[in-house]
């Protein structure tokens, strides 16, 4: 985005163009926030759906032993 001067005898940028240049960023900012809530609730769907495989997946550890022994 570009800031136009203002006219005049007024230094700077226009406070319109300021304000909308915020309002995007803002906007955009918001929007990042919403997309990692998204991923970090994806990662937490996700281990925690490994941490269920493998608990699953696991011998016993009485087992284990058994086998160790034959």
Excluded: C
């Excluded at 700077?12 to 991923?39: C, I, K, N, P």
């Amino acid at each position: 985005m570009r800031f136009r001067r203002t006219a005049g005898f007024l230094q700077g940028v226009r406070a319109d163009d300021v304000h909308q240049f915020v309002d995007q960023v803002s906007e955009d900012v918001a929007s990042l926030y919403d997309e990692l809530a998204t991923v970090y609730a994806e990662n937490y769907r996700i281990k925690t759906a490994l941490r269920d495989w493998q608990s699953a997946q696991a011998v016993p550890s009485s087992a284990a032993h058994d086998q160790a022994d034959r």
